[in-house]
């Protein structure tokens, strides 16, 4: 007898919780024999077919849970007076007509319908008085947001999400949202072309981002209880508006890829509550705000790709919980020196300078102060970097994005493994040797040199590096030759040393049998590998004993070569982490 037979045996029973229980097949219609069913969960077996119109009699249900399925077919509410939960998420769906309907289900406060192909809104929700939760989020569902997809459930409504949809604007062009108790709103990745809706004073996560916003952010500073704010990949022009400062409760402040001008806002008072500030692809100007050093709890700065005009912020040493600093593609410029002693960046995970007009010798202090990047942590399981925020009732995680250069190529990683150790000082004005303390840094993973004027050899320390995955010192006047012990950088799967000065022989054996002769171009002095000049001194060009990863057969912990999967027009790569392949 199978599993759903089981079920449907059942005569008298309050409550059914079978998630992940392995069920398959369709729902038994006799499921809706029990005589006072009052919770019933199904969530995430492999159920299929219809719906059986049977469940929608029981009249005492108070709590139903079939998302996670494949589920499809039409379902009919109006029995369900009794109805509070109702999840249906991942599954096909719709839903019977209003001229059906002939009950306001006034019990029904959450309604999860998440990715259910619909193409349309239900008209159920013109029907709801005491609606909390509705999720219609990764459906199909087109058009302007009706003015009565609330109306009955307006001063109770405090979560929505409307987030990848087709969505263009809301009926009658209205930007003021009448939800005066909403605390979530998720409208993000849709269609909205129009000026930025004012959102509720008690909102506290406001997303908004991938849409065709346009004008001013300044009405944002009507919402004092925001936690996040997420107002990035639009076309919002403006300055930042000031008032955000005065927003204790702020966590997450994202308004990346937009055209806003002026400078940073000043005056960040003591208490700071940000953990992540993303400003990168604007029009910004200016220096870096000094009182960001009263945001003691923040944990990513991403300043990238504006036209900031500073030295190098050495206070931002005083922000020990920083992990990720991108100030890439700016009019940083001059040495790179500490506050006052030494730096320190001890929990640091990605510093990217690439891109400015930093000169003098590489930053000795500044590197010897990373060290998370000194410590290799075994690792389980492949976890990714985010903040989650407790203080907002329906807080979710915002993982960590960047746009980092891997290999040669600009990448957008919508997140990023906790694992992941980069650092790139690429094209700037650095000059002098490579550091020996750079090869104490043992989990890094990218290390791009490249575009500078160092000079002198490549230390044989770098060796050290075990995990490296990405080395770059391409279009430097490096001299000496490359050192033999590179060759057992196991895990090694991009090296460019091109447009430099090194002589003698390429090592072989392990990833430098696979580097092409694009790795070496235009250096003169250098024989052997895939180049046509072949060494001919005694001993050159010797293989290098393979180091015990390779013998014991390793795999990279964590492997740069992921499949990058593209997932729209300007929208960049998502990491898929595939072990392996």
Not at 138 to 146: F, T, V, Y
Request: hydrophobic share 35%; with cysteine.
């Amino acid at each position: 007898m199978s599993e759903t037979q089981s079920v449907a045996k059942l005569t008298v029973h309050d409550s059914l919780h079978l998630t992940d229980a392995r069920l398959s097949g369709p729902i038994p219609s006799s499921l809706g024999n029990p005589t006072r069913l009052v919770q019933l969960r199904l969530s995430y077996n492999n159920l299929q077919g219809e719906i059986p119109n049977s469940l929608w009699e029981l009249k005492d249900l108070e709590f139903l849970d079939l998302s996670g399925n494949n589920l499809s077919g039409t379902v009919d509410l109006h029995i369900l007076e009794n109805l509070e939960y109702l999840y249906l998420d991942f599954n096909n769906i719709s839903f019977v007509s209003k001229t059906k309907m002939n009950a306001t289900l006034p019990k029904l406060s959450y309604l999860s319908l998440e990715s259910c192909h619909l193409h349309e809104f239900p008209k159920l929700l013109g029907h709801l008085s005491g609606l909390e939760w509705i999720d219609l989020s990764h459906n199909k569902i087109g058009g302007s947001i009706p003015t009565w997809m609330g109306d009955g459930s307006r001063e109770s409504l405090l979560f929505v999400d409307l987030s990848h949809n087709f969505l263009t604007g809301f009926v009658d062009n209205r930007i003021n949202l009448l939800l005066p108790n909403l605390t979530y709103l998720d409208i993000s990745s849709n269609s909205l072309k129009m000026r930025l809706p004012t959102p509720p004073p008690s909102v506290s996560y406001y997303n908004i981002s991938n849409n065709i916003l346009f004008g001013d952010i300044q009405s944002i500073c009507r919402a004092k209880s925001l936690v996040t704010l997420d107002l990035s990949s639009n076309s919002l022009n403006g300055t930042i508006p000031s008032c955000l400062k005065n927003i204790h409760s702020l966590a997450v402040l994202n308004l990346g890829k937009n055209k806003l001008e002026g400078s940073i806002p000043q005056a960040y008072p003591n208490g700071c509550a940000l953990n992540v500030i993303d400003l990168a692809e604007n029009r910004l100007q200016g220096p870096v705000s000094r009182s960001l050093a009263n945001c003691t709890m923040l944990e990513y700065l991403n300043l990238g790709h504006n036209q900031i005009l500073d030295g190098f912020p050495s206070w931002l040493s005083e922000l020990t919980n920083l992990k990720v600093i991108i100030l890439k593609s700016n009019n940083f410029h001059g040495p790179i020196k500490p506050p006052q002693s030494q730096f320190n960046f001890s929990n640091l995970h990605v510093m990217d300078l690439s891109d400015n007009s930093f000169n003098g010798e590489l930053p000795s202090k500044l590197l010897h102060s990373f060290h998370a990047m000194k410590v290799v942590a075994a690792q389980d399981r492949l976890e990714y970097m985010s903040i989650v925020e407790e203080s907002s009732r329906f807080g979710k995680p915002w993982d960590y994005g960047m746009k980092l250069t891997n290999k040669g190529t600009k990448r957008d990683y919508s997140k990023v493994p906790y694992a992941l150790m980069v650092i790139d000082l690429s094209n700037n004005k650095f000059e002098g040797c490579i550091l020996d303390l750079i090869g104490d840094l043992k989990s890094l993973l990218m290390l791009n040199l490249s575009n500078n004027v160092l000079t002198g050899p490549i230390p044989p320390s770098l060796a050290n590096l075990t995990k490296l995955e990405s080395l770059d010192l391409s279009r430097n006047k490096l001299s000496g030759e490359i050192p033999p012990q590179l060759a057992q950088l196991t895990f090694l799967s991009y090296f460019d040393i091109s447009h430099n000065q090194p002589p003698g022989p390429i090592p072989r054996g392990s990833r430098f049998n696979t580097f092409t002769i694009d790795s070496f171009a235009m250096n003169e002095g250098l024989c052997g590998g895939p180049l046509p000049k072949k060494c001919t001194t005694a001993g050159d060009n010797l293989l290098v004993p393979p180091s015990p990863q390779e013998e014991i057969g390793e795999e990279p912990p964590f492997n740069l070569d992921w499949k990058f999967v593209l997932i729209g027009a300007g929208v960049g790569f998502l990491i898929g982490a595939v072990w392996g392949i």
